[in-house]
């Protein structure tokens, strides 16, 4: 996995290609200590080709810097057209949006704890 610079294990934003696709992955508390990581995953996604996948099923913690990343990845994938998904958020990151009405704009991508087929929500 291309992680960039060295991480925090606690809280980290990564970046890879998988399966065609970019994978942002998240974890832990994001907020505005993850800006320059947050600042090197966009670059890595500008200069790269393919669907975006924002995995944020270990969030544990995202303040407006963390919800703004996300929105910024998104809009970025309108124009490019490429899709974004936001892999199996948690009930309080969706609620966040639909709070700030971008609620159903993002489709959900949701895996499970299997490996069973994926279910996407509200895609385009």
Known sequence: MDTGSP???ASAIVYAPADGDVVVTMW??????????????MSYVLNTHG???????????IDSSGI???????????????DVVLRD???SIVELLEMIG???RI???????STGPIEVVGAR
């Open 102 to 104: 971008m609620g159903g």
């Open 7 to 9: 991480i925090d294990r």
């Open 107 to 113: 489709p959900v991508e949701r895996t499970g704890a």
């Open 51 to 61: 669907r975006v996948v924002v995995d944020v099923a270990g969030v544990t913690f």
């Open 68 to 82: 703004a990343f996300i929105i910024q990845l998104y809009m970025l994938g309108e124009e490019d057209g490429r």
């Open 89 to 91: 958020p948690s009930p």
């Open 28 to 41: 832990g508390e994001i907020d505005a200590a993850l800006r320059d990581r947050a600042s090197e995953a």
